[in-house]
């Protein structure tokens, strides 16, 4: 998985009045724990546009003062109205301790279903996942080249890996759904087809009436 690196520097003072100071000059608070100590510092807003701003999944290393640390963003806080962000918490990596990541899900392959017609609706875009940091995939790619129309693939069909998918079974990644259009073709076609039937059905009935 990519990382993304965010320079970092020591808060001395936590208060409101120094959080809003920095933010001011377009730096974020932020926190980093999940090791020893908890570290306060501040970072360049600028710095998150790749961590926050993109739909994939990132590592961070973070250089604190020139201290070293490899992080996943765990949260973020965003002013309702402006957008600014306004704290951000990263939680330090260990090569022997399992995290939690929201990973996109990347489809491979073309839907049989789509060729005749159907969308390809994507109702899962992404799937929580459980690891060691080495075995975090930056995608879950999902072989769609046998879709067919009316059809879905579902957490439970992915081939085993070496990271556990945290989303049910149950849950419907994705599905080939039959247009309105398609729709009505083959109701019409039913119709007919009942129609027909019913019409033999009455034709061969009123012949039996004739013959008695």
Do not use: W
Request: aromatic share 6%.
């Amino acid at each position: 998985m990519k990382t993304v690196e965010i320079i970092g520097y020591k808060r001395a003072n936590l208060g409101k009045a120094e959080s809003k100071r920095l933010r001011g000059e377009s730096f974020v608070p932020c926190v980093v724990y999940g090791g020893k100590e908890q570290i306060h510092f501040s970072a360049p807003m600028i710095l998150f546009r790749d961590v926050v701003y993109t739909p994939d999944a990132r590592f961070v290393e973070l250089n604190i003062e020139g201290e070293i640390k490899k992080a996943i963003l765990q949260d973020i806080q965003f002013h309702p109205v402006s957008e600014v962000i306004l704290h951000a918490d990263f939680l330090e990596l260990f090569e022997d301790k399992p995290i939690k990541m929201s990973i996109p899900v990347v489809t491979e392959g073309t839907a049989p279903g789509v060729q005749t017609g159907g969308r390809l609706v994507m109702k899962m875009p992404r799937l929580n996942i459980k690891s060691l940091p080495k075995d975090m995939p930056e995608s879950i790619n999902v072989d769609i080249s046998k879709l067919e129309l009316s059809k879905t693939i579902k957490v439970g069909d992915l081939a085993p890996q070496k990271y556990d998918v945290l989303t049910s079974s149950l849950v419907s990644i994705c599905s080939v759904d039959v247009p309105r259009a398609l729709k009505s073709e083959d109701e019409e076609q039913e119709n007919a087809e009942n129609a027909e039937t019913a019409e033999n059905a009455e034709t061969a009935e009123n012949a039996g009436e004739k013959e008695d």
